[in-house]
């Protein structure tokens, strides 16, 4: 019984030492406060973040690089959601209004 331990011991090791993350993170750097909601676009192409700071960003998923910057909402944006197509964002806020974006001026 102590080797089928061991053996499996030296597995788990194997197995964690090989799921460990060797590359660094896209980083997403442009809010100005908290950011409470992130969403990725139906392609998986964009990112769309939901901040404190009342703004919406959307961002390249794969470089990390801003978009565009929705404004609009006068108290914190707390939620977000891509329409299935991706052509739109809603966004809800503290300021108890939810906002339909168009983004159909982004390039695919």
């Known amino acids: 019984m102590r080797h089928a331990c061991s053996v499996y011991a ?3 090791t194997v197995l964690a030492t090989s799921l460990v ?6 980083i997403f ?3 100005t ?5 992130v969403a990725f676009s139906p392609d998986g ?8 700071d009342k703004t ?14 929705l404004k609009g909402h006068t108290r914190p944006v707390n939620d977000l959601a891509y329409s299935p197509d991706g052509k739109r964002i809603a966004s809800a806020s ?5 906002k339909l974006w168009d983004l159909s001026m982004l390039k695919p």
């Open 94 to 98: 503290f300021d108890e209004t939810v």
């Open 10 to 12: 030296a597995l788990l």
């Open 45 to 52: 192409k964009r990112i769309a973040s939901a901040s404190w």
């Open 56 to 69: 919406i960003k959307i961002w390249d998923a794969a470089s990390g690089q801003e978009m565009l910057t």
């Open 29 to 31: 750097k442009g809010h």
């Open 21 to 26: 993350w060797t590359d660094d993170p896209v």
């Open 33 to 37: 406060n908290h950011v409470h909601r």
